[in-house]
């Protein structure tokens, strides 16, 4: 691998770890706030505000990873998604 490979490599890692990981963390807590494990006088509010904080903030970042992951799998051996 190359100087050019070894670059690609690392900003797909570090997307993956810094951006993407963070996002997909978040998704799972929001939606526990969601789920029937909130007592059922709470849940409204809480999925109501946890709904919002999902469109807000985890749709947008996480709706540029397929892009990215597109874009970029043809470089690297071990994507082999499509």
Request: aromatic share 18%; net charge positive.
């Amino acid at each position: 691998m190359g100087k050019r490979g070894w670059m690609r490599y690392q900003h797909l890692l570090h997307y993956a770890e810094g951006s993407f990981a963070l996002m997909l963390v978040v998704g799972v807590i929001l939606a526990v706030f969601g789920s029937n494990k909130i007592p059922f006088f709470l849940r409204p509010i809480t999925g109501f505000v946890a709904d919002k904080i999902y469109k807000a903030f985890v749709v947008p970042h996480c709706g540029e990873a397929p892009r990215l992951f597109g874009r970029n799998a043809r470089h690297f051996a071990f994507c082999c998604w499509r």
